[in-house]
C-alpha cells in the first residue's frame, strides 16, 4: 500500500478551516504533523483521524482539550474490543 502525502495548506482550504487549528493539534500532540520548507503536510494514513479532529471542533464544538481525551478513550475502546476478541478466539481453542 502507498503512502501519500497530504499537504496541510490544501487540506485546510478544502474544508475551509483555520491552519491555527491545525497548529493547534501539533502542538497538542493530537496529530503530530512534518514539516518541509515551510509546509505542513501528513501521511494520508492519518487523514481519518484529521477528519475526525475537525468534525468533532467545527461541527460539535469540542474544545482541543476534549478532542484529545476523545481520541484517547476511542483508543482505548478499539484496544479492549481486540482483546476480547483475542480472549474468544483463545476460548473456542479449549471448546
Same mark, same amino acid.
Do not use: V, W
Given at each position: 500500500?502507498?503512502?501519500? @502525502?497530504?499537504?496541510?495548506?490544501?487540506?485546510? %482550504?478544502?474544508?475551509?478551516?483555520?491552519?491555527?487549528?491545525?497548529?493547534?493539534?501539533?502542538?497538542?500532540?493530537?496529530?503530530?504533523?512534518? %514539516?518541509? $520548507? $515551510?509546509?505542513?503536510?501528513?501521511? %494520508? &494514513? #492519518?487523514?481519518?483521524?484529521?477528519?475526525?479532529?475537525? /468534525?468533532? *471542533? *467545527?461541527?460539535?464544538?469540542?474544545?482541543? &482539550?476534549?478532542?484529545?481525551?476523545?481520541?484517547?478513550?476511542? /483508543? #482505548? /475502546?478499539? #484496544?479492549?474490543? /481486540?482483546?476480547?476478541?483475542?480472549? #474468544? $478466539? @483463545?476460548?473456542?481453542?479449549?471448546?
Amino acid at each position: 500500500m502507498k503512502i501519500e @502525502r497530504i499537504i496541510i495548506a490544501d487540506y485546510c %482550504s478544502h474544508y475551509k478551516i483555520e491552519s491555527t487549528f491545525i497548529d493547534i493539534l501539533d502542538e497538542m500532540g493530537i496529530i503530530p504533523f512534518e %514539516s518541509k $520548507n $515551510n509546509e505542513k503536510f501528513m501521511d %494520508s &494514513e #492519518k487523514l481519518e483521524d484529521l477528519d475526525r479532529c475537525r /468534525q468533532l *471542533y *467545527y461541527e460539535l464544538h469540542i474544545n482541543p &482539550e476534549g478532542i484529545d481525551a476523545i481520541l484517547n478513550l476511542l /483508543q #482505548k /475502546q478499539k #484496544k479492549l474490543q /481486540q482483546e476480547i476478541q483475542d480472549l #474468544k $478466539n @483463545r476460548l473456542r481453542l479449549h471448546e
